[in-house]
């Protein structure tokens, strides 16, 4: 059992959030994006979060509980959405085709805002994790005779 | 740790305590970090049943921490923490573990009773 354990599992969480944060913001900033429809539109960004497992180390009970629990979690990979986007008539559009079409990105802005408001919760829920296990180890500091 | 002036029952009971509260309180940290992952489970660490049989039985040191997969329901992406759960139990664990340390004190406050005389224990 590392000494800081509770507290860089909680960390990895604030990461995945932190991460998911970026690409709301990655895809809020590119919703305005327009391409000729020959090319593919602005693919929305997803991110994939998985649990880390426990790292068992020693043979003991403990060694077993710690495999058990896990160990935080990570950013699996990051999922792209359909490059198809949305075909919208603007022939004034530089990049427009023959027939005055443009493909501009489909990012669904009410999407994106709650999953913001999630990833702003889960970041501030491990921030709280934090600051329990941080009174648990100020305890242990005042173990003396 | 069975026997011997710092091995007594009290202290190692003590000390499997902390083990397993601390266990529990790495268990709310990897189940908060998980709050949005898809199928995952929240996990509960039990120790209380097994340290209290190790302590009727003479050697706390025997206490086993297990931990179980919790069936409450889940949501749509199949995760079913519950973050208020999550934060009673890490203040809970939080508060016993301050407990803990009081009681360790007590104890090496006895000790030191012993060792000093009443006079220096202070």
């Known amino acids: 059992m590392g000494l800081f354990d509770p507290i860089s599992t909680a960390v990895t969480g604030v990461n995945v959030s932190q991460t998911w944060l970026d690409t709301i913001s990655d895809n809020i900033a590119n919703m305005n994006d327009v391409t000729s429809p020959s090319q593919g539109a602005y693919q929305t960004r997803f991110v994939v979060a998985a649990a880390i497992p426990g790292q068992a180390e020693g043979t003991g009970p403990g060694a077993q509980t710690e495999a058990s629990v896990g160990g935080g979690t990570e950013v699996a990979g990051i999922a792209l959405g359909s490059p198809d986007g949305v075909l919208e008539y603007d022939p004034s559009n530089p990049l427009a085709d023959k027939q005055g079409m443009v493909r501009s990105a489909n990012v669904n802005l009410g999407d994106q805002m709650s999953n913001m408001m999630m990833a702003q919760n889960g970041y501030e829920a491990n921030l709280a994790t934090i600051s329990q296990a941080e009174q648990a180890y100020q305890a242990a500091l005042g173990l003396h005779v | 740790m069975t026997s011997g002036m710092f091995g007594d029952t009290a202290t190692s009971a003590i000390y499997q305590a902390m ?18 992952t898809p199928n995952y489970k929240a996990k509960d660490v039990n120790f209380e049943t097994s340290l209290a049989q190790a302590i009727a039985s003479g050697d706390p040191s025997q206490m086993q921490v297990t931990t179980s997969e919790s069936n409450a329901p889940s949501d749509q992406a199949g995760n079913n923490v519950n973050l208020g759960t999550e ?36």
Not at chain 2, 99 to 111: E, S, Y
């Open chain 2, 19 to 36: 083990q397993g509260l601390w266990d529990e309180q790495q268990s709310v940290a990897n189940n908060v970090a998980n709050i949005d």
């Open chain 2, 87 to 122: 934060m009673v139990q890490g203040e809970t664990a939080g508060m016993q573990f301050q407990t803990m340390v009081d009681a360790m004190n007590a104890k090496f406050q006895l000790l030191s009773t012993a060792i000093n005389g009443p006079s220096n224990a202070g």
